[in-house]
């Protein structure tokens, strides 16, 4: 399994970027595209765990219910 690197536009598209077998250089990778934005860029920078990118585009395609916290 390999950690995937995605562009997500305000439209919900996504554009691929890389794959790492290590956590450590895909954080890195991410968190400096973070910083490289500019203010008027509004995609999201997502990193996920998959098996392949067929997986890692359907996790990130996939809305996730809020779950309850202490305070709900």
């Known amino acids: 399994m390999s950690y995937y690197i995605y562009r997500i536009s305000p439209h919900r598209a996504l554009t691929y970027v890389e794959a790492f077998e290590e956590y ?5 990778l991410a968190r ?9 860029d509004s995609d999201d920078i997502r990193m996920v765990f998959a098996k ?10 996939t809305r996730r219910e809020r779950q309850p916290s202490e305070d709900d």
Do not use: F, I, V
């Open 52 to 61: 392949d990118r067929t997986e890692a585009e359907s996790l990130l395609r």
């Open 24 to 28: 450590k250089q895909a954080r890195q």
């Open 32 to 40: 400096q595209m973070r910083r490289d934005q500019s203010a008027g």
